[in-house]
């Protein structure tokens, strides 16, 4: 493997350059590879790549860029939403709570 230039620095591995900016090695290696980002995205030195793949929800007349927002701004925990999801309701149920706990 060849050396990694970064700025005016130089590092023998990806390992290196990630101890040296504060960054785990394995989450850096982590967005590389299961997230496609660049090494800079990976050490933080650039911005991530924007997330696309987030999907409108529209809840009684109000749209939400994203089921995480809507969660967030409707008082459900994350993993609430998650988990009832998974039950098989839909994410206007699971949001605003209209389902019956079987």
Same mark, same amino acid.
């Given at each position: 493997?060849?050396? /990694?230039?970064? =700025? @005016? ?14 960054? @785990? ?5 982590? *967005? ?10 990976? /050490?933080?030195? !650039?911005?991530?790549?924007? *997330?696309? #793949?987030?999907? !409108?929800?529209?809840? @009684?007349?109000?749209? #939400? !860029?994203? &089921? ?6 409707? =008082? ?5 939403? &998650? @988990? *009832?999801? !998974? ?11 209209? #389902?019956?706990?079987?």
């Amino acid at each position: 493997m060849s050396e /990694l230039i970064i =700025g @005016n620095l130089t590092f023998a591995t990806r390992t290196e350059a990630a101890r040296h900016f504060g960054i @785990n090695p394995k989450l850096v290696t982590e *967005r590389m590879t299961k997230r496609g980002w660049t090494l800079e995205q990976a /050490l933080e030195l !650039k911005p991530s790549p924007s *997330r696309v #793949y987030a999907k !409108k929800v529209v809840l @009684n007349g109000v749209e #939400y !860029k994203s &089921m995480h927002q809507a969660a967030k701004e409707l =008082g459900v925990a994350q993993s609430t939403l &998650m @988990n *009832r999801i !998974k039950t098989g309701i839909t994410v206007e149920e699971a949001l605003l709570g209209s #389902y019956v706990k079987s």
